[in-house]
């Protein structure tokens, strides 16, 4: 990833080894391997060395994959206009592998498709090592980089830029891992109309719709576009109808909105509810969030506002935000924000470490808020106990891990629970004294 180290040391050798072990497909040695090459393939070739490639994502779209499986695209290709459809299903012991052979440093590039460029309809697919998407117009994979309709995939340590959503993650859609990816400028407006209406819709690094989700060490930059109804739009992570999802361990700036959740009161043609278990059960830990141009860490919503209309969108239960350091510099920039009658059924937050301009917190029924700190806004409306209102003394100089603490933090042993095992450098979180880091660094003393 550029700029900033997310993981470090035997935890980084770890994850490496781990999914290299995947991807050479272990529990199924004689599995077929396919190759792909966009300059010297051929589509009528065998498919099966280096030297008989295919040359389409079109041909190779048709491969039959069996559990273990693997097919490679060769590094230094690109192929625009081609959708790679994985169809088929691996299973937990064998999954199809999709990743890159060859010498070249370029990741291959899968670009140009107007729904998705890698749609996997399948279950126990993982995607290594690919570039998704170009950042303009004729490469651009207009709605979804990464379409997830298929259970248990993973999609791990691609490039992913250009699109509407980054990866869309679809309802029904479960246990999709999107680990230790780089997400840059996914600032495509599906929906862009001068219309009033609210409509406008777009620019998501990751979209969630489905449930159970593990969304974690990724870096997430550049999810903002202009927008006729907001201004700006734009989320690293939206969940919107999805459930159970756990989103940790991110570093995102420049987004406008790091993450909103909503459900939907509408219903489907046939009659049925669009989302019919509600959105609940999201968890949001010891991730970064930064950048001049972000306006708020969360969004989300309870029922609805005395005296108003139902909430469209609401309500969503049991949103947690813990150990999560934001700092947030533009003039509108607030914290966490949960309107619409929102209450601790709908919204707990402890132990995170919040810097804005505007507000800090809102939800004025919300009592379930504590051990965090609070600096720099103008409004603070929220209840809870045991939270510090002072300068966090933030390490601004750190580029290789920014919003990490300096000696005197009042952040430092602020918190008393223990939710996680490593903070966002990937550094072991002791906790055996009781006391734990509020954010999402745990200070190296």
């Known amino acids: 990833m550029s ?4 993981r470090t040391g035997a935890t980084a050798a770890a994850l490496a080894l781990a999914a290299t072990t995947l991807a050479t497909g272990t529990a199924s040695a004689a599995a077929d391997v396919y190759y792909v090459d966009s300059v010297n393939g051929n589509d009528s070739a065998a498919g099966t060395t280096e030297s008989t490639a295919w040359k389409t994502l079109t041909r190779a779209s048709t491969a039959e994959l069996a559990p273990g499986s693997k097919l490679l695209l060769k590094r230094g290709s690109t192929w625009n206009g081609q959708q790679l459809s994985i169809t088929e299903s691996g299973d937990d012991n064998a999954p199809i592998v999709v990743d890159t052979y060859g010498t070249s440093t370029a990741k291959p590039i899968v670009a140009g498709d107007s729904e998705a460029c890698v749609s996997l309809e399948g279950s126990w697919i993982h995607v290594y090592n690919l570039q998704v998407g170009l950042p303009q117009d004729n490469g651009r994979c207009e709605w979804a980089g990464v379409k997830v309709t298929g259970n248990d995939n993973v999609i791990e340590r691609n ?5 509407a959503a980054g990866v869309f993650i679809a309802p029904k859609a479960q246990n999709t891992a999107v680990t230790a990816n780089e997400f840059v400028d996914n600032n495509h407006m599906s929906k862009l109309t001068e219309e009033p209406g609210n409509d406008d819709s777009g620019a998501f690094a990751i979209l969630v719709q489905g449930d159970s989700s593990d969304i974690g060490w990724n870096e997430i930059r550049g999810s903002i576009a ?15 109808l999805g ?5 940790h361990h991110n570093i995102a700036v420049d987004n406008d909105t790091f993450t909103e959740l909503g459900t939907s009161k509408e219903v489907n043609q046939d009659g049925s509810p669009a989302d019919p278990d509600g959105t609940s059960g999201n968890v949001f830990e010891y991730n970064v969030i930064a950048g001049p141009k972000t306006r708020a860490a969360m969004v989300t919503r309870g029922p609805q506002e005395p005296g108003n209309e139902p909430d469209p969108n609401g309500p969503v239960f049991s949103t947690a935000f813990r150990n999560n350091s934001v700092r947030l510099t533009h003039t509108d920039s607030e914290g966490v924000v949960c309107d619409a009658g929102c209450t601790n059924a709908h919204l707990s937050m402890s132990q995170n470490v919040i810097q804005v301009v505007k507000k800090t917190a809102y939800g004025p029924n919300v009592t379930d808020s504590h051990h965090n700190v609070f600096f720099g806004a103008q409004q603070h409306q929220m209840g ?8 966090p003394r933030f390490d601004l100089t750190n580029t290789e891990h920014p919003l990490s603490l300096r000696a005197g933090s009042p952040a430092i042993d602020l918190g008393v629970t223990k939710f996680s095992d490593e903070d966002v450098t990937g550094r072991a979180i002791d906790g055996s004294d009781g006391a734990v880091d509020a954010g999402a660094y745990e200070y190296d003393k």
């Open 159 to 163: 490039y992913i830029t250009g699109a």
């Open 226 to 240: 202009f927008s006729y109804d907001y201004e700006m739009d734009g989320a690293a992570v939206e969940i919107f």
């Open 3 to 6: 700029g900033w180290n997310l």
């Open 243 to 247: 459930s159970d999802n756990y989103v």
């Open 384 to 391: 809870g106990s045991n939270n510090v209102t002072a300068d």
